[in-house]
């Protein structure tokens, strides 16, 4: 099953630039691995879009998509599977 998500979300990120953890709620998660990396930048209806999105698997077994807005830097979830 999907869930779709939304919202910001706190990233601790490694010196690569990769998420390191994610917060969820109260308590930090660590990523166990980031499995897929990608870009995208269209002008959606004339809104430019850009984003970093990455696919991470987390320590208690979650695989979450997310992704850093390219304008503002902020990360953002958008959808978990089980």
Do not use: F, K, S
């Amino acid at each position: 099953m999907t869930e779709l998500l939304e919202g910001i979300i706190e990233v601790r990120t490694g010196a690569d630039g990769l998420p390191v953890a994610i917060r969820n709620g109260q308590a930090w998660g660590r990523v166990a691995e980031v499995v897929n990396i990608w870009r995208v930048e269209t002008d959606w209806w004339r809104i430019p879009v850009g984003r970093d999105y990455v696919r991470c698997l987390l320590n208690d077994g979650e695989c979450v998509d997310l992704y850093r807005d390219l304008e503002t830097g902020a990360w953002h979830r958008e959808r978990r599977y089980d």
